[in-house]
Protein backbone atom coordinates (compact mmCIF):
# COMPACT_ATOMS: atom_id res chain seq x y z
CA UNK A 1 0.00 0.00 0.00
CA UNK A 2 1.55 3.33 -0.71
CA UNK A 3 1.03 6.63 0.93
CA UNK A 4 -1.85 7.79 -1.61
CA UNK A 5 -4.07 4.53 -0.80
CA UNK A 6 -3.71 4.95 2.57
CA UNK A 7 -4.94 8.30 2.78
CA UNK A 8 -8.03 7.59 0.54
CA UNK A 9 -8.27 4.42 2.93
CA UNK A 10 -8.60 6.28 5.94
CA UNK A 11 -11.18 6.65 8.41
CA UNK A 12 -12.37 7.64 11.96
CA UNK A 13 -13.13 4.43 13.54
CA UNK A 14 -15.49 4.17 16.56
CA UNK A 15 -15.96 0.18 16.04
CA UNK A 16 -13.15 -2.66 16.89
CA UNK A 17 -13.07 -6.09 17.15
CA UNK A 18 -11.67 -7.41 20.56
CA UNK A 19 -8.58 -8.96 18.78
CA UNK A 20 -5.24 -7.27 21.03
CA UNK A 21 -2.81 -5.66 19.05
CA UNK A 22 0.51 -7.46 18.69
CA UNK A 23 3.12 -5.15 20.43
CA UNK A 24 5.34 -5.00 17.10
CA UNK A 25 2.74 -3.31 15.37
CA UNK A 26 2.23 -1.29 18.37
CA UNK A 27 6.02 -0.01 18.75
CA UNK A 28 5.82 0.52 14.48
CA UNK A 29 3.15 2.63 15.21
CA UNK A 30 5.27 4.88 17.72
CA UNK A 31 8.37 4.21 15.93
CA UNK A 32 6.29 6.13 12.58
CA UNK A 33 5.77 9.14 15.29
CA UNK A 34 9.19 9.38 16.11
CA UNK A 35 10.59 9.48 12.62
CA UNK A 36 7.94 12.83 12.30
CA UNK A 37 9.07 16.09 11.20
CA UNK A 38 9.58 18.69 13.47
CA UNK A 39 10.04 22.46 14.02
CA UNK A 40 13.68 23.04 15.16
CA UNK A 41 13.98 19.46 15.94
CA UNK A 42 12.50 19.70 19.11
CA UNK A 43 10.55 16.42 19.02
CA UNK A 44 7.67 17.53 21.66
CA UNK A 45 5.59 14.84 21.43
CA UNK A 46 5.08 12.03 24.63
CA UNK A 47 2.96 9.21 23.89
CA UNK A 48 1.18 6.84 26.96
CA UNK A 49 0.39 3.37 25.30
CA UNK A 50 -2.44 2.24 27.37
CA UNK A 51 -4.25 -1.29 27.29
CA UNK A 52 -5.16 -1.78 31.17
CA UNK A 53 -9.51 -2.20 31.11
CA UNK A 54 -9.81 -0.59 34.37
CA UNK A 55 -7.71 2.62 33.17
CA UNK A 56 -9.66 2.65 29.44
CA UNK A 57 -13.01 2.52 31.41
CA UNK A 58 -12.01 5.89 33.58
CA UNK A 59 -10.52 7.59 30.09
CA UNK A 60 -13.63 6.97 28.43
CA UNK A 61 -15.87 8.47 31.35
CA UNK A 62 -13.41 11.58 30.75
CA UNK A 63 -14.04 11.30 27.49
CA UNK A 64 -17.62 12.21 28.05
CA UNK A 65 -18.69 8.16 27.57
CA UNK A 66 -17.75 7.92 23.95
CA UNK A 67 -17.70 4.16 23.50
CA UNK A 68 -15.30 3.71 21.13
CA UNK A 69 -12.62 4.93 23.24
CA UNK A 70 -13.34 1.98 25.67
CA UNK A 71 -13.82 -0.66 22.84
CA UNK A 72 -10.33 0.01 21.48
CA UNK A 73 -7.94 -2.77 22.68
CA UNK A 74 -5.20 0.16 22.46
CA UNK A 75 -5.43 3.80 23.22
CA UNK A 76 -2.56 6.19 23.00
CA UNK A 77 -2.32 9.34 24.76
CA UNK A 78 -0.90 11.81 22.72
CA UNK A 79 0.82 14.95 24.82
CA UNK A 80 3.28 17.24 24.30
CA UNK A 81 6.10 18.09 26.97
CA UNK A 82 6.35 22.07 26.92
CA UNK A 83 9.43 21.91 28.84
CA UNK A 84 10.85 20.66 24.82
CA UNK A 85 10.93 23.96 24.18
CA UNK A 86 13.68 24.97 26.48
CA UNK A 87 15.93 22.57 24.74
CA UNK A 88 16.22 24.31 21.43
CA UNK A 89 19.63 25.13 21.87
CA UNK A 90 20.27 21.41 22.30
CA UNK A 91 18.32 19.98 19.45
CA UNK A 92 19.72 22.51 16.97
CA UNK A 93 23.24 21.27 17.86
CA UNK A 94 22.45 18.07 16.99
CA UNK A 95 21.31 18.95 13.72
CA UNK A 96 24.34 21.05 13.06
CA UNK A 97 26.40 18.01 14.17
CA UNK A 98 24.13 15.89 11.85
CA UNK A 99 25.08 17.72 8.98
CA UNK A 100 21.86 19.39 9.03
CA UNK A 101 22.73 23.01 9.67
CA UNK A 102 25.56 25.06 9.04
CA UNK A 103 28.60 25.92 11.75
CA UNK A 104 27.65 29.38 12.34
CA UNK A 105 24.37 28.64 13.19
CA UNK A 106 25.76 28.49 16.31
CA UNK A 107 26.78 32.02 16.46
CA UNK A 108 23.37 32.99 14.41
CA UNK A 109 20.26 31.52 15.49
CA UNK A 110 21.45 29.51 18.89
CA UNK A 111 21.43 33.13 20.48
CA UNK A 112 18.21 34.17 18.25
CA UNK A 113 16.59 31.19 20.14
CA UNK A 114 17.23 31.68 23.56
CA UNK A 115 16.63 35.40 23.57
CA UNK A 116 13.06 34.34 21.67
CA UNK A 117 12.51 31.64 24.59
CA UNK A 118 12.73 34.35 27.83
CA UNK A 119 9.56 35.87 26.36
CA UNK A 120 8.00 33.60 24.81
CA UNK A 121 4.29 32.82 25.87
CA UNK A 122 2.40 29.31 27.42
CA UNK A 123 -0.15 30.24 24.53
CA UNK A 124 2.42 30.38 21.78
CA UNK A 125 4.23 27.30 23.02
CA UNK A 126 0.95 25.02 22.94
CA UNK A 127 -0.01 26.30 19.42
CA UNK A 128 3.48 25.12 18.42
CA UNK A 129 3.83 22.07 20.89
CA UNK A 130 0.05 21.01 19.37
CA UNK A 131 1.40 21.57 15.61
CA UNK A 132 4.48 19.15 15.87
CA UNK A 133 2.68 16.42 18.09
CA UNK A 134 -0.17 16.61 14.94
CA UNK A 135 2.06 15.72 12.60
CA UNK A 136 3.79 13.06 14.85
CA UNK A 137 0.13 11.35 14.85
CA UNK A 138 -1.19 11.50 11.65
CA UNK A 139 2.24 9.35 10.92
CA UNK A 140 0.69 7.20 13.46
CA UNK A 141 -2.89 7.29 11.97
CA UNK A 142 -1.93 6.46 8.12
CA UNK A 143 0.92 3.47 9.39
CA UNK A 144 -2.04 2.41 11.21
CA UNK A 145 -3.81 1.94 7.81
CA UNK A 146 -0.98 0.63 5.92
CA UNK A 147 -0.73 -2.30 8.55
CA UNK A 148 -4.67 -3.26 8.75
CA UNK A 149 -6.02 -0.90 12.00
CA UNK A 150 -8.13 1.68 12.56
CA UNK A 151 -7.44 5.01 14.51
CA UNK A 152 -9.90 7.61 15.54
CA UNK A 153 -8.70 10.88 16.75
CA UNK A 154 -10.75 12.41 19.91
CA UNK A 155 -10.02 15.57 21.41
CA UNK A 156 -13.25 15.97 23.17
CA UNK A 157 -12.66 14.77 26.57
CA UNK A 158 -11.88 16.52 30.37
CA UNK A 159 -8.47 17.59 30.31
CA UNK A 160 -7.77 17.47 33.97
CA UNK A 161 -9.65 14.02 34.75
CA UNK A 162 -7.49 12.57 32.02
CA UNK A 163 -4.16 14.06 33.16
CA UNK A 164 -5.13 13.01 36.67
CA UNK A 165 -5.88 9.25 35.77
CA UNK A 166 -2.89 9.34 33.51
CA UNK A 167 -0.25 10.65 36.38
CA UNK A 168 0.57 13.24 33.75
CA UNK A 169 2.14 16.38 35.28
CA UNK A 170 2.01 20.09 35.00
CA UNK A 171 4.32 20.32 32.22
CA UNK A 172 2.91 17.92 29.52
CA UNK A 173 -0.26 18.81 28.10
CA UNK A 174 -2.61 15.90 26.23
CA UNK A 175 -3.02 16.65 22.52
CA UNK A 176 -5.19 14.05 21.90
CA UNK A 177 -6.38 10.53 23.12
CA UNK A 178 -5.94 7.96 19.84
CA UNK A 179 -7.96 4.42 20.42
CA UNK A 180 -6.64 2.23 17.84
CA UNK A 181 -7.72 -1.36 17.06
CA UNK A 182 -8.35 -3.52 14.41
CA UNK A 183 -11.58 -2.11 12.53
CA UNK A 184 -14.98 -3.96 12.83
CA UNK A 185 -16.55 -1.38 10.51
CA UNK A 186 -15.90 0.16 7.06
CA UNK A 187 -17.26 3.71 7.09
CA UNK A 188 -18.18 5.43 4.14
CA UNK A 189 -15.61 8.09 2.65
CA UNK A 190 -17.12 11.84 4.29
CA UNK A 191 -17.44 14.74 2.25
CA UNK A 192 -14.78 17.08 1.66
CA UNK A 193 -14.76 20.54 0.14
CA UNK A 194 -13.35 20.61 -3.30
CA UNK A 195 -9.83 22.35 -3.76
CA UNK A 196 -11.86 25.52 -5.33
CA UNK A 197 -13.04 25.84 -2.07
CA UNK A 198 -9.53 25.48 0.04
CA UNK A 199 -7.10 26.98 -2.31
CA UNK A 200 -6.57 30.48 -3.90
CA UNK A 201 -3.67 31.79 -6.80
CA UNK A 202 -0.86 33.75 -5.42
CA UNK A 203 -3.42 35.67 -3.11
CA UNK A 204 -5.98 34.88 -0.91
CA UNK A 205 -9.60 35.05 -2.67
CA UNK A 206 -7.67 34.60 -5.69
CA UNK A 207 -9.40 31.61 -8.13
CA UNK A 208 -6.75 28.97 -8.24
CA UNK A 209 -6.94 26.74 -11.43
Known amino acids: MDVSEAILKRRSIRKFKPDPIPEEKIKLLLESAR ?40 IIAC ?16 LIESGALPERTREVFIPYLKKGMSTVTRDALMIAAAANVAIAVEHIVLQAVEIGLGTCWVRWYEDNQVKE ?43 YS
Not at 54 to 63: E, R, Y
Not at 88 to 93: A, G, L
Open 165 to 207: ILGIPEHIEVMALLPVGIPDEDPVSRPRLGLDKIVYNNKFGEK
Open 79 to 94: CADLKAFKEFPERVDE
Open 35 to 74: LAPSGTNTQPWRFIVVKDNDTKTKLQKAAHNQRHVKRAPV
